[in-house]
T-cell receptor, first 112, second 117 residues
Framework: EPEVTQTPSHQVTQMGQEVILRCVPI?????FYWYRQILGQKVEFLVS????????KSEIFDDQFSVERPDGSNFTLKIRSTKLEDSAMYFC??????????FGPGTRLTVT | AQTVTQSQPEMSVQEAETVTLSCTYD???????LFWYKQPPSRQMILVIRQEAYKQQNATENRFSVNFQKAAKSFSLKISDSQLGDTAMYFCAFMRGSGGSNYKLTFGKGTLLTVNP
């Protein structure tokens, strides 16, 4: 069964450094999402992406964040200058356009 | 804006028994979906069950069923014959739209369910 994959599974970085989190959505899917989950808290929407542009973004998704689909298969989330409060689990999700979003296993980002 | 509230941070149940997890939501939308997602210790988010707001019949998936009360904006999950593998965090989630929707999910804070042997 096709699945969403994410790399790396765990990323440790120093405050102020740039990180890129990578996702490979399911191949025939058209809509892509990033969510994050700070430890012990609820899952929060960051951004949705369709047709090579952002469809919707939350207030969390400020100028430090960007998304890209560089090659038709990968979907990346970049954080330009990480802060301690960016430490969280980041989930990628995709859908062909139906109601069900398929989630990846997540990348745990630790900012020290 | 939509909000989803799960008032039970933790619950436990004995294996083979039935447990009900509560969820309420607030929205001004007429068309929407409601979901229960399961997040086991592996952290992967897995869809358990969904309900379309326009459907009066409650959704059922094997041992999982929902009690959808649209007027009360309530959406509870019943797990029958609980199994050890049901131990997980359960999130209630809302998505506006209908007929295939690509909108964001809004999640509640989750209920940690522990199934005891």
């Amino acid at each position: 069964e096709p699945e969403v994959t994410q790399t790396p599974s765990h990323q440790v970085t120093q405050m102020g450094q740039e990180v890129i989190l990578r996702c490979v959505p399911i191949s025939n899917h058209l809509y892509f999402y990033w969510y994050r989950q700070i430890l012990g808290q609820k899952v929060e929407f960051l951004v949705s992406f369709y047709n090579n542009e952002i469809s919707e973004k939350s207030e969390i998704f400020d100028d430090q964040f960007s998304v890209e689909r560089p090659d038709g298969s990968n979907f990346t989330l970049k954080i330009r200058s990480t802060k301690l409060e960016d430490s969280a689990m980041y989930f990628c999700a995709s859908t062909w356009g139906g109601y069900e979003q398929y989630f990846g296993p997540g990348t745990r980002l630790t900012v020290t | 804006a939509q909000t989803v509230t799960q008032s039970q941070p933790e619950m436990s149940v004995q294996e083979a028994e039935t447990v009900t997890l509560s969820c309420t939501y607030d929205t001004s939308e007429n068309n929407y979906y409601l979901f229960w997602y399961k997040q086991p210790p592996s952290r992967q988010m897995i869809l358990v069950i969904r309900q379309e707001a326009y459907k009066q019949q409650n959704a059922t998936e094997n041992r999982f069923s929902v009690n959808f009360q649209k007027a009360a904006k309530s959406f509870s999950l019943k797990i029958s014959d609980s199994q050890l593998g049901d131990t997980a965090m359960y999130f209630c989630a809302f998505m506006r739209g209908s007929g295939g929707s690509n909108y964001k999910l809004t999640f509640g804070k989750g209920t940690l369910l522990t199934v005891n042997p």
